[in-house]
Nanobody, 114 residues
Framework: QVQLVESGGGLAQAGGSLRLSCVAS????????MEWYRQAPGIPRELVAS???????NYADSVKGRFTISRDNAKNTVYLQMSSLKPEDTAVYYC????????WGQGTQVTVSP
């Protein structure tokens, strides 16, 4: 069993920044591929960024150059630093990993005003 708990969402103005955090339970975190997804109303959930156990990262084209995913294995935490925010970044952001099955956090709302 893996529990994922996100935090750090909120309201930001366009051009601003927010940092999301996701804390994972258990001792196997350092082996996990960790991902951030987001879902806006009426739009399918989309992969935003991922980071492997070795630290390799991948980003959706829509956030490249603006978002940075990172991890701190000592804290069982993955981060999503979001800069140059746009109103279209407004969504619920979810932390995700897979260990025999999918695990999702509860989500954290990010709202970007024009």
């Amino acid at each position: 069993q893996v529990q994922l708990v996100e935090s750090g969402g909120g309201l930001a103005q366009a051009g601003g920044s927010l940092r999301l955090s996701c804390v994972a339970s258990g001792s196997m975190f350092r082996f996990f591929v960790m991902e951030w997804y987001r879902q806006a109303p009426g739009i399918p959930r989309e992969l935003v960024a991922s980071i492997t156990a070795g630290g390799s990262t991948n980003y959706a084209d829509s956030v490249k150059g603006r978002f940075t995913i990172s991890r701190d294995n000592a804290k069982n935490t993955v981060y999503l630093q979001m800069s140059s925010l746009k109103p279209e970044d407004t969504a619920v952001y979810y932390c995700h990993t897979t260990l025999l099955r999918d695990y999702w956090g509860q989500g954290t709302q990010v709202t970007v005003s024009p």
